[in-house]
């Protein structure tokens, strides 16, 4: 007989009770944890100043220019006062959907009475 384990089982630490072995310390190996990940609607502010401004040039949407100016603002202060400027990137949200829902209802209520036609 040999003193190995047998095949199948994990290895086992010196000090455990057989069949009981302390769970894995994820994290703690070599060198320094990652940097915290960066909490301000950076991202968010630029898709939604991007988007509000294709929607003024291509819909003509009025409330895009707030929410345009919104989103840039909101990306000044994401790294000074995020909390602010979360709520700014919202708000920059809803004047585009706003915005957008209103030039929808705007062409669909042109073409049903007519204003379309030739």
């Known amino acids: 007989m040999s ?3 047998p095949p199948g089982y994990p290895y086992q630490p010196y000090g455990a009770p057989y069949g009981q072995q302390p769970p894995p310390q994820y994290g703690y190996g070599y060198g320094y944890p990652p940097p915290p990940r960066n909490e301000g609607p950076s991202a968010n ?8 401004l294709l929607s003024i040039v291509s819909c003509c949407n009025i409330l895009g220019i707030g929410g345009a100016i919104l989103a840039g603002l909101a990306l000044s202060k ?3 006062e995020p909390r602010s400027a979360r709520t700014m990137v919202l708000w920059s949200w ?3 959907g706003l915005g957008f829902v209103l030039t929808v209802g705007t062409f669909l209520f042109l073409g049903f009475n ?5």
Request: no cysteine.
């Open 3 to 5: 003193q190995e384990d």
């Open 45 to 52: 502010a630029i898709v939604s100043l991007v988007l509000n």
């Open 78 to 80: 994401a790294r000074t």
């Open 94 to 96: 809803i004047l585009f």
């Open 114 to 118: 007519g204003y379309f036609d030739d």
